[in-house]
């Protein structure tokens, strides 16, 4: 049971967040060249679409875009699945020698960011992997950090982060909830 607490963004917060992160991106890399975008399925691979469209409108650059699905390389999953296959990850260009935006909604404890540069690395040794989240809050269990973040909020492990996209919720928009029984 969730019981709502805060609305953390609307669609224009969100697409400002967006904006800063695909400048900062561009600044941080001195443009845009070398650089592709895989966004981890499910929310992260829209919002890498938004900033994909956002550089585009920047800098004119079209970047390869691709999603990766993390199922198989979670750490959770039962150790005796020796060589996972790549399911839902979608990456149709190569990532050797690229610099690679990994983007996602919400970073939490770094392991859906751990398993997905795992996933990176069955494709190929990139030249750098960064990371882009619209949401930082906090609990790392693992050394990750992101490079570029929409925002930080501080919480709770009792509180959930939800990202509403109009892909899949019919909403542009980040709550907050408490969770319990």
């Given at each position: 049971?969730?019981t709502?607490?805060a609305?953390i963004m609307?669609?224009?917060?969100?697409?400002?967040?967006?904006?800063?992160?695909?400048?900062?991106?561009l600044e941080?890399?001195?443009?845009?060249?070398?650089?592709c975008?895989i966004g981890?399925?499910r929310?992260?691979?829209?919002?890498a679409?938004?900033?994909r469209?956002?550089i585009e409108?920047?800098?004119?650059?079209?970047?390869p875009?691709?999603?990766?699905?993390?199922?198989n390389?979670r750490?959770?999953?039962?150790p005796?699945r020796e060589?996972?296959l790549v399911?839902?990850?979608?990456?149709s260009?190569d990532?050797?020698?690229?610099?690679?935006?990994l983007?996602?909604?919400?970073?939490?404890?770094g392991r859906?960011?751990?398993?997905?540069?795992?996933g990176?690395?069955?494709?190929g040794?990139?030249?750098?992997?960064?990371?882009?989240?619209?949401i930082?809050?906090?609990?790392?269990?693992?050394p990750i950090?992101?490079d570029y973040?929409?925002?930080?909020?501080p919480?709770?492990r009792?509180e959930l982060?939800?990202?509403n996209?109009?892909?899949?919720d019919r909403?542009?928009s980040?709550e907050?909830?408490?969770?319990?029984a």
């Amino acid at each position: 049971m969730y019981t709502y607490k805060a609305a953390i963004m609307d669609e224009a917060a969100i697409e400002r967040a967006l904006t800063r992160i695909a400048h900062q991106i561009l600044e941080r890399n001195k443009g845009a060249d070398g650089l592709c975008l895989i966004g981890i399925s499910r929310r992260g691979f829209p919002l890498a679409e938004r900033i994909r469209t956002k550089i585009e409108m920047i800098e004119g650059a079209v970047l390869p875009l691709g999603v990766m699905d993390i199922t198989n390389y979670r750490d959770d999953l039962a150790p005796d699945r020796e060589n996972p296959l790549v399911t839902g990850t979608d990456v149709s260009f190569d990532v050797k020698d690229r610099k690679v935006i990994l983007v996602d909604d919400v970073l939490y404890t770094g392991r859906t960011i751990r398993a997905a540069i795992e996933g990176i690395f069955v494709l190929g040794r990139p030249a750098e992997i960064q990371l882009a989240v619209l949401i930082d809050r906090g609990h790392r269990e693992l050394p990750i950090r992101a490079d570029y973040v929409g925002k930080n909020i501080p919480t709770s492990r009792s509180e959930l982060v939800a990202v509403n996209l109009p892909e899949f919720d019919r909403r542009y928009s980040v709550e907050l909830y408490e969770t319990g029984a």
